[in-house]
C-alpha cells in the first residue's frame, strides 16, 4: 500500500509569509508525528497527534507554529510570519499507534527555505 | 539539546568490512530504535531493541542495548556501497516522542 506522501516537497517562500505543509498518513495509521530536521542534525520532535487530539506539542518552537489533523487523518502543520531560522526539512511519519514499539514510518518531507 | 549521541560523526569503510556506529543517551528509556537516512530525506526504520533486551539481530544488522552503560552499539556486516548513508538512533522515554541523535555518515567505498 502507500506510505507517507507530504506535499509539497520543496516550498520556497519570503521571510513574514504563511505557509502550510501537508501530511497523509498511511491508512488505518491512528498516530502522526510531526519533525523539523535542520542540516546535518538528525529530527527534532515538533508534535504528535492520536487521532484529531494532539497528544503532546511541547516540541513547536514559539506560537508561530500549530497543527491540525481534524479528521484524524491528514494533518496540516502551519508556520506563520515565517523567519529564516524556519528553513529546514519538515518531516511527518505515523504509526499504528502510540503504543512504543509501534515502527514509525517516514514521509519523504517538504524541504522549506525561507528567504 | 538531543537526547542521543551518535560517534563516530563520519565512518569510511571498504565494500565487505564491517561498520559499527554507536549511540549513547541520558536518560531512562522504553525502547532504542536505529533508523537509515538516504540524501537527507525520510527516514527507514532499520531495528527496534526494547529496554529489557541486550542484542537483536536483523539480516546484516545486530544492534546491542546496555542500559546500565546508557548505550547501544550498531552493527553492519559485510557491508555494501548501497548501505551508504547516514544513520540515526532514537529513544523513547515515553510513547510518541522519539528523541533522536545528529547520526553517523556511513561512506561504503565500492
Known amino acids: 500500500g502507500a506510505g507517507v506522501s507530504q506535499t509539497p516537497s520543496n516550498k520556497v517562500t519570503e521571510k513574514g509569509k504563511y505557509v502550510e505543509l501537508r501530511c497523509d498518513p498511511i491508512s488505518g495509521h491512528t498516530a502522526l508525528y510531526w519533525y523539523r530536521q535542520s542540516l546535518g542534525q538528525g529530527p527534532e520532535f515538533l508534535i504528535y497527534?492520536?487521532?484529531?487530539?494532539?497528544?503532546?506539542d511541547s516540541g513547536l518552537p514559539n506560537d508561530r507554529f500549530f497543527a491540525v489533523r481534524p479528521e484524524g487523518s491528514v494533518s496540516t502543520l502551519k508556520i506563520q510570519r515565517t523567519e529564516r531560522g524556519d528553513s529546514a526539512v519538515y518531516l511527518c511519519a505515523s504509526s499504528r499507534s502510540l503504543a512504543g514499539d509501534n515502527e514509525q514510518f517516514f514521509g519523504p518531507g517538504t524541504r522549506l527555505t525561507v528567504l | 539539546s538531543q537526547q542521543g549521541e551518535e560517534d563516530p560523526q563520519a565512518l569510511s569503510i571498504q565494500e565487505g568490512e564491517n561498520a559499527t556506529m554507536n549511540c549513547s543517551y541520558k536518560t531512562s528509556i522504553n525502547n532504542l530504535q536505529w533508523y537509515r537516512q538516504n540524501s537527507g530525506r525520510g527516514l527507514v526504520h532499520l531495528i527496534l531493541?526494547?529496554?529489557?533486551?541486550r542484542e537483536k539481530h536483523s539480516g546484516r544488522l545486530r544492534v546491542t542495548l546496555d542500559t546500565s552503560k546508557k548505550s547501544s552499539s550498531l552493527l553492519i556486516t559485510a557491508s555494501r556501497a548501497a548501505d551508504t548513508a547516514s544513520y540515526f538512533c532514537?529513544?523513547?522515554?515515553?510513547?510518541?516522542?522519539?528523541?533522536f541523535g545528529d547520526g553517523t555518515t556511513l561512506t561504503v567505498k565500492p
Open positions: 532514537a529513544t523513547d522515554a515515553r510513547a510518541g516522542k522519539s528523541t
Open positions: 531493541i526494547r529496554s529489557n533486551e
Open positions: 497527534f492520536q487521532g484529531t487530539g494532539a497528544a503532546d
